[in-house]
């Protein structure tokens, strides 16, 4: 019940905050680019500031026959189902991930930073950061 409030909050406030905007939103632009294998792999996700406290997500990032799927799994939950990530669109640097939470679309938008960080937010509202996985060797 606590994640269906959070996602729903964050759904209707992100209807609202992006209804009144006035301004379109600043890009950045691609000052390099990155390897296709960039984001493929494993990433912590901190989602700042929500009505719950900070959240955090693990997404794992895989490429098949040229495309990027996954899945995000929350953490801190272990009975919490994995979350499907519907579409990932890529440029040169910058993804963003479509999934859909308790029954409303989000979408999570990243730009890269250096090689093993990204930044963004989650519906235009609530800062993000993810942080490359490193496997132990």
Do not use: C, H
Not at 64 to 91: C, F, H, Q, R, T
């Amino acid at each position: 019940m606590k994640k269906l409030s959070f996602f729903l909050f964050v759904f209707l406030f992100g209807i609202a905050l992006t209804g009144f905007s006035q301004n379109a939103p600043a890009s950045t632009p691609a000052t390099a680019t990155t390897s296709p294998e960039f984001f493929a792999g494993k990433w912590d996700i901190v989602i700042v500031g929500t009505p719950n406290g900070d959240a955090k997500m693990t997404a794992e990032l895989v490429r098949k026959e040229g495309k990027l799927s996954g899945k995000l799994k929350p953490v801190g939950d272990a009975a919490a189902d994995p979350i499907n990530i519907d579409k990932i669109e890529e440029e040169a640097t910058k993804i963003t991930l479509y999934f859909t939470a308790q029954g409303y679309d989000l979408n999570l938008p990243l730009d890269k930073v250096d090689d093993d960080n990204l930044k963004g937010s989650l519906m235009g509202m609530f800062d993000t950061t993810a942080k490359r996985v490193k496997e132990q060797k």
